[in-house]
């Protein structure tokens, strides 16, 4: 660490998981040896008031969102609160989270300071099967849209003496931020209500002249379910994660690579659709409509939750 001991917010999104949160944010608030505030947004949840009574005995921040705009809008939210703290640092963590190591969040913070150049780290993550999360993605581009499966591999790898390594995009489940980075680019754009706002914020940040890194130190763990799909139902969830590739094409590459792909991701999903696959809670012309404007989707959803 810094001479000064740097100042960080972590920043917290919750929807409905209160006894999850509750956990994190306890752990979070027993680091020691940080300048740390810990700011939790509620997403319009039907569990806030289970999460208020717990995390008033707590020194954390809770705000209530009064509209669910999805986890960027969330975390914006979120990091434009925790300003009044000037904080050096943001912390981006999910709430289904135990802290493995205590110290990850000093060590990151210390190759930060050393380098400016550095706008954001993942650090290592494990499922709880402790097998290792890969959360080093690649950017979204025509290759990696349509080979989606095989661009993703498993590259993060934990060490007992950890590096970093350079990196297109960090999964979301957690990041520490440059603050003044952060701020610069405009945070996350809320374009996306969830899924891929990540691949967009890393964009944004290179191309803003910031580098992305992933330190191979054990850090926390992930509670997320890691199971290969079976059922031949298409969710809204599927969906969204395809049509937000075609969005983030949209923004970042040309109108013929978004359409291109727009199509392919509409005839794989007819074919599906052809086989037995079944939709469900939307229809096949919603699909289609939102494959080509996704957002569309993003807005439908910011509606329904």
Known sequence: MSKTTPSIASILVHYNSADECINIVNALIQLRGLKHHVVVVDNESEQYTVLEKHLKTLNCELIRNTHNGGYGSGMNLGVKYAQQYSPEYIQIINTDISILNPNYIDDIISLMDKDPSIGLIGPGVLYKNHSIQNTILPQVSLKSALFFKKAIKQISILESTPKLYPCEVINGVCMLIRNSAFQGIGGFDEDFFMYGEENDLC???????????????????????????????????????????????????????????????????????????????????????????????????????
């Open 203 to 305: 964009y944004r940040m290179q191309q803003a002249n910031y580098n992305i890194r992933f330190w191979s130190g054990n850090s926390i763990m992930h509670f997320e379910e890691h199971n290969r799909k079976t059922s031949k139902e298409i969710t809204w969830r599927d969906l969204l994660v395809r049509s937000n590739q075609v969005l983030f094409l949209q923004k970042h590459q040309t109108k013929l690579i978004s359409f291109f792909v727009s199509f392919v991701f509409t005839v794989i999903l007819s074919l599906k659709v052809i086989i037995g696959h079944k939709l469900k809670g939307f229809t096949y012309a919603q699909a289609f409509q939102y494959m080509f404007k996704p957002i569309l989707l993003n807005r439908r959803m910011a509606k329904r939750f």
